[in-house]
């Protein structure tokens, strides 16, 4: 039976192919990663497009949670400041409910109650990086406006709405509390009940004055049961923030699964083309160059 | 009795046989590294008898013919296989370019899709300011460029293949015209009963690398060939060839056509068929995907940008230039129609602090808006898609050359030239010859003894 009396095409192909394989395991030892285009496993670089863009998306809500904490909490220790500024009132109010003052005490103490009003109107304009944070999305203006029209002293000319932000898969949080569900709510207005303190002072009228500081108290329970809001908003962040963490945890391992050369493998694969190349370069260069030719005396 | 003068043609008649097949020998140790060349073996007949009664004498030997060794079938199947190889390598070799455009960078579209919406997330978290505005704006110009270039790169790689068509058009023309021309040395010797071996070589070799580059179906008919594509359009009918033509079309590519009639869509293996078809199908295919996802992306981010207040509290204007209403091209003219931040229209009640507008527009992003298919899940669809071809493509590749090594392998063994059959041939020609020199001179001497007999008597 006759053979192929010319093995070197074969050869030849053999060595194109380990060295192609060298090539290639090299390119995965350098770059680290075992897909490098889509075409080296096309299911694998589609699941890293997912990876990557959810793992941006963990990235990019872990930085609006960031900014929404800072907003938080500034509204709420703005709230705080309030709610002090409302205790101090409620201790003048009821020291000017005492009996034994006369009446330019009680013009002194309406004073600083006046001061506390003015105190507590500037804390409700709180303007955090350029907006007003109790204004409802009306954020350009200051909610509260001085008007001598009005009952309280002061007209709001904010919204009622709120903003949410999506900050995580199917998670979304509210991020401000208006004015009008804080300060001003309907049956607990802490404007109204700060100018009813003051008249009252202003009046001498000891029954009007310890309504008045009945009145101040219900709106500082009122605004620390609003408080709560923000206690609940950073737990749910914090807690948002600990899931997002061990989310882009697993996403990272999972790229490093899809995507990551198996260092191990390839270097043990290299080796192998490496002696295989090495064993046909010797074949090619031991391939007889002998033939009958050589031998024929003639 | 037989006579002297007969014993000396036999014997002549094996010195000039046995030289024939030497110069089969001579001519198969020169061609040894010949591509495409078949052995000649030497067909060696006794010569017809005489009768002299009561003898029947042989009267030598006949170099009937020299023969080339070669397999149709073998050689059939080799073209066959070429016809794939080329095709193949020229689809992996397109393909593989083409894929570049979706590697996950920096600025590749899966990468912009997702930091655009990034931006819209901070957007809603400070809906009036102006530097994170800014950003949003930033980043749908980059996303837009994103689309851009892809689309521009596959563009240029439709351009570069359709050079390619046009060459190897060319190139086929220039191998049909060899193949007719070798027809007619073909014809020419073998109507004359000669073998016509290296001619026959040197058209299989040209039918060969015709095959590479485009589907050849031949058909053998009286000492001659007639070659078609696969679908019947000549190539060559006896000595005359019959060339392509390459003709623009709308589209500004160049459409193959034979005797006035566009074959183009008819061309399936070879190089200009693998060439074709990435050509005309993968790559219009791959645009068109990118087209629905730059139109989905823009009309929906449109709607919503149109459906709530800017900065200003007025109705938005729309954010993308709205792309054409067929979508062809939508990728490659991508643009943001806005420049001044303040015209993104973030809010849903009007007030330049209301998010809702921007959440809105932050939650297409896990939408069904591209032909059923979040942005994220579609282009994902598309990286796979084109990885896949190419993989796929590869791996046919690999098999093919696999098999066409084979082949060749194969008809190495019936029809290459082993020079140590040669050598130990010369060996039995060049003793055969030397034998019947031998009996030359034997019969030399022999008639010398008769003439000195005839003398002695004189």
Known sequence: MRVNPNPLPDLLAALDQTQQQINTDLAQISSGQSVSVPSDDPAAAAELVQNAAQTSAADQFLRSIGSIQGELQNADSTLNSVTTALQTAISLGVEGATGTLNDSDRAAIATEVQGIQSQVLSLANLSYQGTYVFAGTATQTAPYVLDPTSPSGVTYVGNSNTNSVTLGNQFSLQTNLPGSELFSASGTDVFQALQDLITGLQSGDTTSISAAVGEVTSTANYLDTQRVFYGNAENQLNAQQTYLNSDTTQLAQQQNTLGAADLPAVISSLTTAETAHQATLEAVAGVTQDNLFSYLKQ | ?458
């Open chain 2, 1 to 458: 009795m037989s006579s002297l003068n007969a014993s000396l043609a036999t014997a002549l008649s094996g010195l000039s046989a046995e030289q024939g097949a030497l110069a089969a020998t001579t001519n198969n140790v020169a061609n040894a590294n010949t591509p495409g060349y078949s052995r000649e073996v030497p067909v060696l007949v006794s010569s017809d008898p005489i009768v002299v009664d009561p003898l029947t004498l042989g009267t030598g030997v006949t170099l009937q013919s020299i023969e080339s060794i070669r397999d149709p079938i073998l050689e059939s199947s080799i073209q066959q296989e070429s016809q794939t190889q080329g095709q193949l390598n020229a689809q992996v070799a397109a393909l593989q370019q083409t894929q570049t455009n979706f590697v996950t960078s920096t600025s590749d579209i899966g990468t912009e899709i997702t930091n655009f919406f990034n931006n819209i997330n901070q957007l809603a978290t400070s809906p009036s300011d102006l530097s994170v505005r800014q950003g949003v704006l930033t980043a749908a110009d980059n996303l837009a460029t994103s689309f851009n270039t892809t689309a521009n790169s596959l563009s240029q790689q439709q351009t570069s293949l359709d050079q390619s068509v046009v060459e190897t058009v060319g190139q086929i023309n220039q191998l049909t015209g060899q193949i007719a021309q070798l027809n007619g040395q073909v014809s020419d010797l073998e109507n004359a009963g000669e073998n016509a071996g290296s001619f026959v070589d040197q058209r299989q070799q040209a039918i060969d690398q015709l095959s590479s580059l485009v589907d050849v179906s031949v058909i053998p008919s009286n000492n001659t060939l007639t070659l078609t594509t696969a679908n019947g359009t000549p190539l060559v009918l006896g000595q005359q060839s019959f060339n392509l033509q390459t003709q623009l079309n709308a589209d500004g590519l160049h459409d193959v056509y034979a005797q006035g009639v566009d074959i183009t869509s008819s061309i399936t293996s070879g190089q200009l068929g693998g060439t074709l078809q990435v050509r005309d199908q993968q790559i219009p295919a791959l645009q068109t995907q990118l087209d629905t996802l730059a139109t989905g992306l823009a009309n929906s981010v449109n709607g919503v940008q149109t459906a709530g207040y800017d900065l200003n509290g007025e109705l938005g204007t729309n954010f993308f230039n709205p792309p054409p209403a067929s979508g062809t091209g939508a990728a490659a003219s991508l643009s943001v129609a806005i420049t001044d931040p303040s015209l993104i229209a973030a809010s849903s009640d009007g007030t330049s602090g209301s998010n809702g507008n921007a959440e809105a527009m932050y939650a297409l992003n896990t939408q069904p808006v591209i032909a059923g298919q979040t942005p994220t899940d579609y282009y994902s669809g598309v990286v796979f898609n084109v990885g896949n071809d190419v993989s796929n493509a590869t791996a046919e590749q690999t098999a093919s050359s696999q098999v066409l090594a084979q082949l060749n392998d194969q008809r190495a063994s019936v029809s290459g030239v082993s020079l140590d059959e040669e050598a130990a041939n010369m060996v039995q020609y060049q003793n055969a010859y030397a034998a019947s020199a031998q009996v030359i001179t034997a019969i030399n001497n022999m008639m010398y003894d008769v003439i000195q007999m005839t003398t002695l008597t004189g």
